[in-house]
């Protein structure tokens, strides 16, 4: 038999699919299969795996050389290396064919090396996990259950099932497999969990328990930042929920990947969330949002999510862009766990005496005074600053906050109460902080006007 063209192999494919049996009788199956590996290039293995799919369904023809070849090609070029999914579902779909060829038995030995080399060196997640699959009904299934279950999902009615088994066959659509389809409209959405159902992080370390005049209680709290990773993240809880009533197709939803692109360089790259599965008339999921800032300002993150629906097709949505806001960013102080409220409150003021301007050119200072209201100054604090208390004497008119923002700014106010103004005196190590720090003041100090009249 001459050698064919290799330029010729898609008019060879269509040639071989339509009359196999004019080939296999012109030469001996061992003559044709021998003539037709010599001839394949690795340019052309998409293309000429399909030839050996086809004639891997025929039963004149020994198959051991078709897998041997496969197995060479694979572990004597770059292919699994490269991970390119079409390349592996090729061989898959020849693999598939011999797992229901009649005489799997003469092949059994070869075709699980293949398959365990492809499992264990293919650089594609979904080629290995169908290599694994493969290999499993191999070894465990009788050659009746193992067609059956290969022809789950072969037909062509609407309520077609895709399972596991269901490697793309040559007779379906590319595009229907590979495409990733995009909603009409917005399927998913995140819904920020109050603060009342947040726990921030806790980034306390062991301490002394006391402050005596021999502790460095500044240079003891420094040298926690030591450990680059100490206290340097904020986590924000979100619920993930469906967008409003959606279609049908999109109640269940499962390998559900939240994707987040930032919108300025103020912070690490936000890491993908997974989310298992999704059920349209079940509690919402709950999912973490992990934020480590170099500078820590407001931003705002896009959002979009691909997700797979019961049917077995990709889908990409865009959700509502979100919005972190500066208080978002705040921390409680990072001490040991052991410190008294007299440490802490050590520690404040010797924070504040540290950050004066005097002593670096990044520091600043400003007054922001507001009317307190009817509310009590102990009210406003309270329901703002809880969290952020230093001093814990409330039946003072005085009182120490301190801010902490990743990955080692501080904010500190001092709130007094003089007759029916209050002020805050404020410092900070950042002075750029100073434009947020005045409106959040300015936005809860409003508010609590509002709402006393």
Not at 255 to 260: A, G, K, N, S, V
């Given at each position: 038999m001459a050698a064919p063209n290799p330029e010729g192999w898609p008019q060879?494919?269509?040639?071989?699919?339509?009359?196999?049996?004019?080939?296999?009788?012109?030469?001996?199956?061992?003559?044709?299969?021998?003539?037709?590996?010599?001839?394949?290039?690795?340019?052309?293995?998409?293309?000429?795996?399909?030839?050996?799919?086809?004639?891997?369904?025929?039963?004149?023809?020994?198959?051991?050389s078709t897998v041997r070849f496969l197995l060479n090609l694979l572990i004597n070029s770059s292919l699994c290396g490269l991970g390119d999914w079409r390349i592996g579902n090729a061989v898959l779909s020849v693999c598939r064919n011999l797992l229901q060829h009649p005489n799997l038995d003469?092949?059994?030995?070869?075709?699980?090396?293949?398959?365990?080399?492809?499992?264990?060196?293919?650089?594609?997640?979904?080629?290995?996990?169908?290599?694994?699959?493969?290999?499993?009904?191999?070894?465990?299934l009788s050659k009746e259950k193992l067609s059956g279950v290969l022809n789950m999902g072969t037909g062509e009615s609407q309520a077609k099932i895709r399972s596991l088994s269901s490697i793309m066959a040559e007779s379906e659509e590319l595009s229907s497999c590979l495409t990733v389809h995009r909603t009409r409209q917005p399927v998913l959405k995140l819904v920020k969990l109050s603060e009342d159902g947040i726990s921030k992080p806790d980034h306390s370390s062991s301490g002394p328990e006391?402050?005596?005049?021999?502790?460095?209680?500044?240079k003891v709290y420094q040298n926690q930042f030591l450990n680059p990773e100490f206290a340097s993240v904020v986590i924000l809880k979100y619920h993930l929920t469906f967008a409003g009533e959606?279609?049908?197709?999109?109640?269940?939803?499962?390998?559900?990947?939240?994707?987040?692109?930032?919108?300025d360089s103020n912070y690490e790259r936000v890491s993908d969330v997974s989310v298992p599965c999704l059920i349209y008339d079940r509690k919402p999921c709950v999912v973490s949002l992990t934020l480590k800032p170099w500078r820590p300002y407001p931003t705002v993150l896009h959002a979009s999510a691909i997700f797979t629906t019961e049917d077995g097709l990709s889908w990409h949505t865009q959700l509502d862009p979100i919005l972190i806001g500066f208080p978002d960013l705040f921390l409680p102080l990072p001490v040991p766990v052991h410190w008294s409220q007299g440490s802490r409150?050590?520690?404040?003021?010797?924070?504040?005496?540290?950050?004066?301007?005097?002593?670096?050119?990044?520091?600043?200072?400003?007054?922001?005074?507001?009317?307190?209201?009817?509310?009590?100054?102990?009210?406003?604090?309270?329901?703002?600053?809880?969290?952020?208390?230093?001093?814990k004497q409330l039946n003072t008119e005085s009182y120490k906050v301190l801010l902490f923002l990743p990955p080692q700014f501080y904010v500190l106010?001092?709130?007094?109460?003089?007759?029916?103004?209050?002020?805050?005196?404020?410092?900070?190590?950042?002075?750029?902080?100073?434009?947020?720090?005045?409106?959040?003041?300015?936005?809860?100090?409003?508010?609590?006007?509002?709402?006393?009249?």
């Open positions: 060879r494919v269509a040639a071989f699919s339509c009359s196999p049996s004019h080939f296999l009788s012109s030469t001996t199956p061992e003559d044709f299969l021998s003539d037709l590996l010599q001839d394949l290039k690795d340019d052309k293995v998409s293309e000429s795996t399909k030839v050996l799919g086809r004639v891997a369904k025929e039963e004149q023809a020994s198959q051991r003469q092949v059994f030995i070869e075709l699980a090396d293949l398959l365990q080399f492809m499992m264990h060196s293919f650089e594609d997640v979904d080629i290995q996990d169908h290599a694994r699959f493969y290999y499993t009904l191999l070894t465990n006391d402050s005596t005049p021999d502790v460095d209680l500044l959606v279609d049908a197709l999109y109640h269940k939803l499962f390998c559900i990947c939240l994707h987040f692109e930032q919108t409150e050590q520690l404040f003021h010797q924070l504040w005496k540290s950050l004066c301007p005097e002593e670096s050119s990044q520091s600043a200072t400003s007054l922001f005074c507001f009317e307190v209201g009817e509310r009590s100054l102990r009210e406003v604090i309270e329901s703002s600053f809880h969290k952020y208390l230093v001093s106010l001092k709130i007094k109460n003089s007759e029916d103004a209050a002020s805050v005196s404020i410092i900070t190590d950042n002075w750029k902080l100073l434009p947020f720090i005045n409106s959040y003041i300015k936005c809860i100090t409003d508010y609590s006007a509002d709402r006393t009249q």
